[in-house]
């Protein structure tokens, strides 16, 4: 996938990362019309108990349509697409200046060949280290729920 870059082009590493907090960032200067590459988005984590995070997903993933499967809801479960999902809902997708937003985010699980000698950015206050709870990862997450979770 050939990806565009501009000079505002920032890389976030997401390891180690809360996820909502480090995704909050990347909505915001998303709209201020930077561009955003995550990368190791599988190594993120979401706080709160692994049964609690499962079952709410799971939850999420049976909510369906009785009408044509083309117009239901979609459920992500890949690590990468499921936080494409969690940015949009903090973004006005609907308004062009969303859509415009939404589109110069990129997010990748691991560290593609093109990006590997790239200066990365931690988004400061999101490290897990802080946290004082329980937490999973993306990855552990996607496993349960049926998603493809790289090794």
């Given amino acids: 996938m050939k990806v565009c870059m501009s000079s505002e082009t920032t890389f ?78 903090m973004l006005p997708w609907k308004k062009p200046k969303g859509k415009d937003a939404f589109k110069r985010v990129r997010v990748f699980m691991g560290v593609p060949e093109e990006f590997k000698n790239k200066a990365t950015f931690r988004v400061p206050g999101a490290e897990a280290s802080k946290l004082s709870c329980s937490y999973i990862t993306l990855q552990q997450l996607a496993k349960e729920i049926g998603g493809v979770a790289p090794s």
């Fill in 12 to 89: 976030v590493d997401a390891t180690n990362q809360i996820l909502g907090r480090m995704v909050t960032y990347v909505a915001k200067n998303a709209l201020n019309g930077k561009s955003i590459i995550i990368l190791n988005i599988e190594k993120a984590v979401i706080s709160g108990r692994k049964k609690m995070i499962v079952d709410r997903a799971m939850l999420r993933l049976t909510t369906r349509t009785l009408g044509s499967q083309e117009k239901g809801p979609v459920h992500f479960r890949r690590p990468d697409t499921y936080t494409r999902r969690v940015i949009r809902g």
